[in-house]
Nanobody, 121 residues
Framework: QVQLVESGGGLVQAGGSLRLSCVASGRTFSSYAMGWFRQAPGKEREFVAFITWSGGSRYVEDSVKGRFTISRDNAKSTVYLQMNSLKAEDTAVYYC??????????????WGQGTQVTVSS
């Protein structure tokens, strides 16, 4: 089992920045690729970014490319999502997940509870 706890969400003005963190406990964190997903009100949960177990490869969804950066620190069992130039449409609950390095939810075995990000325009 892997337990994941997100933090760093909040209310920010459009154009601002936030850094989300996700701390893992339990089984070996470095064995897993890590992903970030988000779910906006009334919408399906969608992929945002993933990073491989070593951090050597990462991928971000087109709508956030150039604004969001995913990184990890295996020594701290933590994955980060740096979000810059935030837009109102980035408002969502953000979830981290541990699993395989793909964009599909079904390939992630463990999920956090989510952290709310609200961007005011």
């Amino acid at each position: 089992q892997v337990q994941l706890v997100e933090s760093g969400g909040g209310l920010v003005q459009a154009g601002g920045s936030l850094r989300l963190s996700c701390v893992a406990s339990g089984r070996t964190f470095s064995s897993y690729a890590m992903g970030w997903f988000r779910q906006a009100p009334g919408k399906e949960r969608e992929f945002v970014a993933f990073i491989t177990w070593s951090g050597g490869s990462r991928y971000v969804e087109d709508s956030v490319k150039g604004r969001f950066t995913i990184s990890r620190d295996n020594a701290k069992s933590t994955v980060y999502l740096q979000m810059n130039s935030l837009k109102a449409e980035d408002t969502a609950v953000y979830y981290c997940a541990a699993g395989r390095p793909v964009i599909y939810e079904r390939s992630y075995d463990y999920w956090g509870q989510g952290t709310q990000v609200t961007v005011s325009s």
